[in-house]
């Protein structure tokens, strides 16, 4: 039983491109949520997702980010015009329903901006 | 301002004693989680603790919660050194139930 797959594991990009970062949650769970951690910080919620719903966006920087997850396939998180700032670890983590359940974690994207 | 805040920042001791790791937080709380994450992995999930509850046993892990205070432990007994990693505490209030707040995570050594 798979966990929550992310890929790509480092993302390499140049200021001012784009950073599209997949996550697969676990089988089963249709909740999805991303969050992204600073060096030697803790992770920042920015958003929680359900299958083709935007739930709770409140995490997400107004301009630049967004973030979908589509019927079928995984969820992305799409970065666009990445500036030096942007560069974090990535992570999702999945449920398999509301309120009151764990929720499993990817091993996460680190995006690096040159 | 950080939901929750783990204390101390960081802890070194030596292998078979025990961890002890505190977490406070500010708002009413759904339920309380704790987390490990070793070093370029992401986290894996311990124990969650509702608010209702008090305590939890998982294995070598004994976690306590006193909404009172707004504050939780975690303790680690017969400390191995494969425990060595960074361990959050994350929050997930009653209005916000998905969202969790995590602390700034205390980074645990043990020495063989």
């Known amino acids: 039983n798979a966990g929550v797959m992310q890929n790509p594991r480092h993302l390499v990009r140049r200021r001012g491109q784009e950073a599209r970062l997949r996550c697969s949650p676990m089988k089963g769970h249709s909740h999805v949520y991303w969050y992204r951690q600073l060096p030697e910080e803790g992770l920042k919620f920015m958003v929680y997702?359900?299958?083709?719903?935007?739930?709770?966006e409140s995490g997400m920087p107004k301009e630049r980010f967004s973030a979908e997850f589509p019927k079928e396939g995984p969820s992305i998180l799409r970065i666009q015009q990445v500036v030096r700032g942007d560069s974090a670890a990535y992570f999702c983590a999945s449920s398999s329903q509301e309120g009151n359940q764990p929720q499993h974690f990817g091993d996460g994207t680190r995006l690096s901006i040159l | 301002s950080q939901q929750g805040e783990e204390d101390p920042q960081a802890l070194s001791i030596q292998e078979g004693e025990n961890a002890t790791m505190n977490c406070s937080y500010k708002?009413?709380?759904?339920?309380l989680q704790w987390y490990r994450q070793n070093s370029g992995r992401g986290l894996v999930h311990l124990i969650l603790?509702?608010?209702?509850?008090r305590e939890k046993h998982s294995g070598r892990l004994r976690v306590t919660l006193d909404t009172s205070k707004k504050s939780s432990s975690l303790l680690i007994t017969a400390s191995r050194a494969a425990d060595t990693a960074s361990y959050f505490c994350a929050t997930a209030t009653i209005q916000g139930a998905q969202k969790l707040v995590f602390g700034q995570g205390t980074r645990l050594t043990i020495n063989p």
């Open positions: 997702l359900q299958k083709e719903n935007i739930i709770d």
């Open positions: 708002t009413s709380i759904n339920n």
């Open positions: 603790i509702r608010s209702n509850e």
